[in-house]
T-cell receptor
Framework: KNQVEQSPQSLIILEGKNCTLQ??????????LRWYKQDTGRGPVSLTI?????NTKSNGRYTATLDADTKQSSLHITASQLSDSASYIC????????????FGKGNQVVVIP | EAGVTQFPSHSVIEKGQTVTLRCDPI?????LYWYRRVMGKEIKFLLH????????ESGMPNNRFLAERTGGTYSTLKVQPAELEDSGVYFC????????????FGEGSWLTVV
């Protein structure tokens, strides 16, 4: 079983609407949690990084939250744009910190006009 | 500043052939990582270099995979002989030790073994 589970697997939203992506992890002890955006055919690009002491972090229209007690994170996209269509990957670091990452399968988001 | 670059971007080879993937990390980044994503699965760690030394290669699938980073600059990942299950996207990533957490990924090398 994967240490990082994401839901929903995929979703379609209308341009301008908001959406929330979920990430549950079992990695323990925990060092930090990242959200990456991966456009089709491209490499992952970092959106946010949070340590266990951080509850929320924003990057433009992207806001990530973290509950280290329940081992859950979410990524909220506000006022979605067509360019937000991508896979959003939750990545968790264990005690080794940055050097061995556990990846979720990603949330595939499609924004339609 | 150039990002992490990978070559080739796409490769189609026959089972039993050899393929060598190359990664040029961001200049000055001591840490270099190889990851792989096979169809329908999550991205998985293969190995980690600090400069020219292999820090952790526990994610390498088997001895058909050989990674090198001579001189501590670019890295190569060789698959010999390639098998069908090796098909996937191979990502390289790098990190500057002093900067901490940010890890930069390349665009990936898409390998198809037929």
């Amino acid at each position: 079983k994967n240490q990082v589970e994401q839901s929903p697997q995929s979703l379609i939203i209308l341009e301008g609407k908001n959406c929330t992506l979920q990430c549950n992890y079992t990695v323990s002890p925990f060092s930090n949690l990242r959200w990456y955006k991966q456009d089709t055919g491209r490499g992952p690009v970092s959106l946010t990084i949070m340590t266990f002491s951080e509850n929320t972090k924003s990057n433009g229209r992207y806001t990530a939250t973290l509950d280290a007690d329940t081992k859950q994170s979410s990524l909220h996209i506000t006022a979605s744009q067509l360019s937000d269509s991508a896979s959003y990957i939750c990545v968790v670091s264990g005690p080794d910190g940055n050097n061995r990452l556990a990846f979720g399968k990603g949330n595939q988001v499609v924004v339609i006009p | 500043e150039a990002g992490v670059t990978q070559f080739p971007s796409h490769s189609v080879i026959e089972k039993g052939q050899t393929v060598t993937l190359r990664c040029d990390p961001i200049s000055g980044h001591d840490n270099l990582y190889w990851y792989r994503r096979v169809m329908g699965k999550e991205i998985k760690f293969l190995l980690h270099f600090v400069k020219e030394s292999k820090q952790d290669e526990s994610g390498m699938p088997n001895n058909r995979f050989l990674a090198e980073r001579t001189g501590g600059t670019y890295s190569t990942l060789k698959v010999q002989p390639a098998e069908l299950e090796d098909s996937g996207v191979y990502f390289c990533a790098s990190r500057l030790t002093a900067s901490g957490n940010t890890i930069y990924f390349g665009e990936g090398s898409w390998l198809t073994v037929v």
